[in-house]
C-alpha cells in the first residue's frame, strides 16, 4: 500500500525556473495539504483542497499554485523559483471525517540557487 | 494568534521516561495532534486528543486540558529508536493543523 507518494524526492533549481511538484495518494483520501517545513519552524500550510476541483490558500500561498483535477493527485507549482523557496515540502492527505489524522508523503528536497 | 510552544531539544537517557510540554492559546483550538519525525523523514500520526485527560497508546500516552491550553506527550521505557522530533499540533476551527516547531528528543544509551 503505498499511502501518499511525493515526486520528485530531491531538485535542485535556478532563480527564476519554474516547476511541478506531484502529490498522489490511493486512500481515497477527500483532504489534501501542501506544507512546507524550514529548520526552526512547524509545518506551514502552503495550499490544501477539500475536494476533486477545489483548491484553498493556506497560511504561506504567495509564490505557489495547485490543481486538484483527480481526487488521488495535488500538484504544487513554482512558477518563478526564488531562494527563499528552498524548503522541504510535504504533502498529506485525511479522510474527510472530523479530527482524522493526516498522512504524509515523504518529502520534496527544493534548493533554489 | 494561534501559537503553539513546545521545547526545542530535550534530552532523556535509554529506559527512562519523558514527558514532552506543548501549551497553546485556548481560543479558536478543536483538539490537539501528537506526531513522531525522524530526521530526514515524513511527520507520522501518534496520538489525538479532543476531551480533556489522558489517551494511552502502549508506551506513549497524551495528555490534553482544553481550559489550562496545555498538552503533554508521555514516552516510557524509552528506546533508541525514539531519538526523533515530536510535533505538536493544534486543530483549528476549519480543521486545519496549527504546528509547533518540534521537541527533538535525544536519547542517550
Known amino acids: 500500500n503505498a499511502g501518499v507518494t511525493q515526486t520528485p524526492k530531491f531538485r535542485v533549481l535556478k532563480t527564476g525556473q519554474s516547476m511541478t511538484l506531484l502529490c498522489a495518494q490511493d486512500m481515497n483520501h477527500e483532504y489534501m495539504y501542501w506544507y512546507r517545513q524550514d529548520p526552526g519552524m512547524g509545518l506551514r500550510l502552503i495550499h490544501y483542497s477539500v475536494g476533486e476541483g477545489t483548491t484553498a490558500k493556506g497560511e504561506v500561498p504567495d509564490g505557489y499554485n495547485v490543481s486538484r483535477l483527480k481526487k488521488q493527485n495535488f500538484l504544487l507549482g513554482l512558477e518563478s523559483a526564488a531562494p527563499s523557496q528552498t524548503s522541504v515540502y510535504f504533502c498529506?492527505?485525511?479522510?474527510?471525517?472530523?479530527?482524522?489524522?493526516?498522512?504524509f508523503g515523504d518529502g520534496t528536497r527544493l534548493s533554489i540557487l | 494568534g494561534q501559537n503553539i510552544d513546545q521545547p526545542t531539544e530535550m534530552t532523556a537517557t535509554e529506559g527512562a521516561i519523558v514527558q514532552i510540554n506543548c501549551t497553546y492559546q485556548?481560543?479558536?483550538?478543536?483538539?490537539l495532534f501528537w506526531y513522531q519525525q525522524h530526521a530526514g523523514e515524513a511527520p507520522t500520526f501518534l496520538s489525538y486528543?479532543?476531551l480533556d485527560g489522558l489517551e494511552e497508546k502502549g508506551r506513549f500516552s497524551s495528555f490534553l486540558s482544553r481550559s489550562k491550553g496545555y498538552s503533554y506527550l508521555l514516552l516510557k521505557e524509552l528506546q533508541m529508536k525514539d531519538s526523533a522530533s515530536y510535533l505538536c499540533a493544534g486543530i483549528n476551527s476549519n480543521y486545519q493543523l496549527i504546528w509547533g516547531a518540534g521537541t527533538k528528543l535525544i536519547i542517550k544509551p
Open positions: 485556548t481560543s479558536g483550538f478543536n483538539g
Open positions: 486528543n479532543v
Open positions: 498529506a492527505s485525511r479522510a474527510g471525517q472530523e479530527y482524522q489524522p493526516q498522512h
